[in-house]
């Protein structure tokens, strides 16, 4: 069947002559995708990058959380990230960020209230506010959290783990969606008490295959797929919703219903009803496929125009000072024995385990029980480091760190023994922000010089230096996408225990805790 663009939008079906003529015989043509939510700096790329590879996979509007960014440098980060989201062919709509930092415990590098995001609204491309993190603060009714969820209609959720009265009073404030379910039953209960289920599938927070049977015909209007946080290598190596698509249906879901969820679903929760449908008057953006099922994108079209990969182009990056002290072995020391809180990794998953070790400070690092030292340093006032211990990381000799560390951002670090601790802590200081894996006398590093979240470099060079830190780390015992999961252990609005540069912290007590009880 033909159909006609004009204008950037849909004409309509039928005998149409055109001035340009597309012969897509044999293929199919597919709605844009959307990522109902996404964190581009997460991706390791600045969003001229980022843009340039999800297009090429038939991505044609993102839902994008600017947080990360926003934690480092306030309000003039979101500005960064309208800017250059204009600048490019991809659709990048912006949710404000509404937890700057995430906690009040929490200290970063700035702080937004209800005020400096009021200025965003009714600007274009900002169409709600994000992720609503601080669950306690709603159900307390912080004032100004409560002005903030007041100045738009779209209010998407974050509320791991939250049930009963507790949840039906979060959705009651005003929250509409939730992308952090990690079980089949907590997604029933949310999408039963109206909320869209945002279905997630990032670089190791893998949800897709434990909530896909919750997706059946009357359902698959209220789910909708989103990426949430993926390296540039997975990106690269496996897509991005066309990924998604592609894991959906190899699990049983039938390909109507994928489609759906990564078009229309997603358009219809944010009220883009210019988008995510093949109809006249709507946006012609599409890709055509070679099988829906397989799914792979030949063409990518954006307002009736193929998109052609115009190359690199080299990105401004926002000012964003790293003030770091970086400790000396000494400063990082722990003593005593006793039971030790121990954060344990969840494969797969963003949740980690309040694991209860007893450990003899002494025989720590301790690699027979795969117990060890994890470090988080202040980067914004070159104040202290807090120390915790972690699980699940397999490391045998040497040290990890970055300045990714979800949401504050300061600079986390994992290792075997202090001084390589401290080598892979100074190397990030010595970047200006980055990623870092030490041992011996060997250090292979990732720089960061966007807020020391994303790359100056073009997507390609990214993912080949990323897939040398992993090899290294991996030759040090690590596990699969070792800086994912390091940028996780400081984020302190996701159950059950972490660490931040205070040191261990108790996320279901919501407070500091020791590290060791005696």
Do not use: W
């Not at 760190?401 to 200081?429: K, L, M, Q, T």
């Amino acid at each position: 069947m033909d159909f006609a663009v004009k204008d950037g939008r849909v004409v309509g079906f039928g005998d149409y002559r055109g001035r340009k003529d597309y012969d897509l015989t044999g293929t199919y043509v597919v709605p844009g995708l959307i990522d109902a939510h996404v964190h581009i700096e997460s991706s390791l790329l600045a969003p001229s990058e980022y843009a340039r590879l999800v297009l090429a996979h038939g991505t044609t509007t993102v839902i994008a959380d600017p947080h990360e960014i926003a934690n480092v440098c306030g309000a003039s980060g979101i500005e960064y990230m309208l800017a250059e989201g204009a600048r490019t062919s991809l659709d990048i709509l912006v949710m404000l960020p509404s937890c700057v930092p995430a906690t009040p415990l929490d200290v970063g590098g700035a702080v937004l209230a209800a005020t400096d995001l009021a200025g965003f609204r009714g600007r274009e491309g900002v169409i709600g506010l994000a992720e609503v993190m601080n669950v306690p603060g709603v159900l307390a009714g912080d004032e100004d959290l409560r002005a903030k969820m007041n100045l738009f209609e779209v209010v998407d959720g974050h509320a791991p783990f939250l049930s009963g009265k507790d949840l039906n009073a979060y959705i009651y404030a005003g929250t509409g969606s939730d992308h952090e379910c990690t079980t089949l039953a907590e997604a029933r209960e949310k999408l039963l008490r109206g909320m869209y289920i945002l279905v997630r599938e990032g670089s190791t927070e893998k949800n897709l295959k434990d909530l896909l049977p919750l997706v059946d015909a009357c359902t698959a209007p209220r789910c909708c797929f989103a990426t949430d946080d993926r390296h540039a290598d997975m990106l690269a190596g496996e897509g991005h919703i066309d990924d998604c698509i592609r894991k959906a249906v190899a699990s049983g879901l039938k390909v109507e219903m994928a489609l759906r969820m990564a078009t229309l679903s997603a358009a219809g929760r944010f009220g883009l009803h210019d988008r995510g449908a093949l109809a006249p008057g709507r946006l012609a953006d599409f890709c055509v496929v070679d099988d829906p099922e397989r799914f792979h994108v030949l063409q990518t079209f954006k307002r009736g125009v193929e998109v052609i990969d115009a190359g690199y182009r080299l990105p401004v990056c926002p000012a964003a000072t790293l003030n770091a002290r970086v400790p000396e072995p000494r400063d990082i020391r722990i003593a005593g024995k006793g039971e030790a809180r121990v954060i344990g990794i969840v494969p797969g998953q963003i949740t980690t385990r309040d694991l209860r070790c007893p450990v003899d400070a002494a025989g720590i690092p301790d690699t027979g029980r795969d117990i060890l030292k994890a470090v988080v340093t202040d980067r914004y006032r070159a104040g202290g480091s807090g120390i915790g211990l972690v699980h699940g990381f397999g490391l045998q000799e040497g040290a990890i760190a970055g300045s990714v560390s979800h949401d504050s951002h300061n600079i986390v670090a994992v290792g075997v023994d202090d001084p390589d601790i401290v080598r892979a802590i100074g190397e990030v200081v010595r970047l200006g922000g980055g990623l870092a894996v030490v041992s011996s006398r060997e250090v292979t590093a990732l720089p960061l010089e966007c807020a020391g979240l994303m790359s100056a470099l073009p997507y390609g060079e990214v993912v080949q230096r990323l897939g040398t830190l992993e090899e290294h780390a991996r030759r040090l015992g690590s596990i699969e996408n070792p800086f994912m999961y390091l940028s996780f252990l400081a984020l302190t609005v996701i159950p059950e225990i972490r660490v931040t540069e205070r040191g261990v912290f108790d996320v279901l007590a919501f407070a500091d805790v020791p590290l060791l009880e005696e």
